[in-house]
């Protein structure tokens, strides 16, 4: 498996102005192939490929030393990246959608940088440094020990804050004992999520939680005059009040998937289009949305309870775990009555009450969704085990 670490670095005054520099660098070097790329397409409509660009660099020890001093590996991870933005814009092409060419990069719109192999850099978790070309051994917190061997690594700038990722292959995974349980989750707004055996955890808000102190950074930035330091300090205030709750938002999750990763051998959840759920509804001048507010309002609240993050570290730790983790169709999971079967938009009497028109069945109605999604995720694992047995006999037949 393979798996990342992030670490707190803790850098001396001289090596937070290198790592600055490091950004501005290779902010510098992205710039300059985005505006290659460009021109070639535009005089000789030809592409430009990272490889191209990749031998480019060889030269690059006479021609700009200052990029060289932090060595070709960093740079060729930063083309790299161009040429990722690229391949996005072009499946967007391809899928119709709105295509939204590579930009320019600002100086406050380039945060990171990586390193795509081991070459230039080393991290010692004896001692507690990291190496860098060019910037030096820069103490990190290791708060915990590598997962494996570290093979990639990105350096991020958060605020005045600076960050390590290391991804490790060779991991081993740790399965924990079974618990011989098995549970649906329904995710809602109202209740971050509902389980099969009815507890409701509470949706923690914590954008509401924290509008007061964003409202008032944010109006303290208005009032700034556009290029002057005060705005810049403005404008890390509300970046800070952002990270402050997408900590917490993160924080909660693990929590939350952990819990559930640590009480239950299969988890079954709604195999939500989160991206579609959140779409704007404001339409077009020709055809304006209807209820805009009201969407807009549920856009914000669903993306603050963090559904895809949520699910995303219950996958992985699942992987880890030897657990199961189960995405089900989520169509009329609302509608269907647990007891009986009977499917009807009318079974649903509000939010949060289910009455059965036929059996006459009552039940919260999120708990009676939870154990729809539990059984179409047994029903999932039945189908998968016997298509995996009918493979393996008509291999043995064949």
């Keep these: 498996m393979i798996r990342s670490a992030r670490y707190l670095l803790q850098p001396t005054k001289g ?12 902010r510098k070097l992205y710039n300059a192939a985005l505006a290659e790329r460009k021109e070639a397409w535009e005089k000789e409509h030809r592409s430009v490929t990272r490889f191209e660009q990749f031998s480019g660099l060889n030269g690059m020890a006479i021609t700009t030393p200052n990029l060289a001093q932090y060595g070709t590996v960093v740079a060729r991870g930063t083309l790299t990246r161009l040429d990722l933005a ?3 814009f072009f499946r967007r092409c391809r899928t119709g959608d709105t295509p939204g060419h590579p930009r320019f990069k600002g100086r406050f719109r380039w945060d990171s940088v990586s390193y795509p192999d081991i070459s230039g850099w080393k991290l010692d978790p004896e001692s507690g440094r990291l190496y860098l070309l060019g910037v030096g051994h820069i103490r990190v917190k290791m708060h915990r020990a590598l997962p494996g061997r570290p093979k990639t690594i990105t350096v991020k700038r958060e605020g005045r804050r600076w960050w390590v990722s290391v991804s490790c292959d060779q991991v081993e995974p740790q399965p924990l004992v079974p618990t011989g349980r098995q549970v649906g989750i329904d995710l809602g707004v109202s209740s971050l999520l509902t389980t099969s055996k ?3 955890l509470a949706n923690p808000r914590f954008t509401n939680r924290a509008a007061e102190r964003l409202a008032v950074a944010q109006q303290d930035l208005a009032r700034k005059k556009r290029g002057s330091k005060r705005r810049s300090k403005a404008v890390q205030r509300v970046a800070a009040q952002h990270r402050k709750v997408a900590n917490c938002r993160r924080d909660h999750a693990h929590q939350v998937s952990r819990r559930l990763i640590d009480s239950f051998d299969l988890i079954a959840h709604e195999n939500l289009a989160i991206p579609n759920m959140v779409r704007s509804a404001s339409g077009t001048i020709e055809n304006p949305g209807t209820n805009v507010a009201a969407k807009r309002g549920l856009n914000r609240s669903i993306q603050d309870a963090g559904w895809g993050q949520l699910l995303q570290f219950l996958t992985y730790k699942a992987e880890d775990a030897g657990r199961e983790v189960i995405g089900v169709d989520p169509r009329n999971t609302s509608r269907t009555c647990s007891a009986c079967g009977h499917c009807e938009a009318g079974n649903r009497l509000s ?7 036929v059996c006459g069945h009552t039940a919260h109605a999120d708990e009676n969704a939870a154990v729809n999604i539990l059984r179409a995720g047994l029903a999932l694992r039945l189908s998968r085990q016997a298509g995996e047995v009918q493979r393996e006999v008509t291999g043995l037949v064949a």
């Design 351 to 357: 939010q949060a009450v289910f009455r059965c028109l």
């Design 86 to 88: 690229y391949q996005a």
């Design 15 to 26: 090596q937070a102005q290198r790592l600055d520099h490091l950004l501005w660098q290779q």
């Design 198 to 200: 009815g507890e409701h």
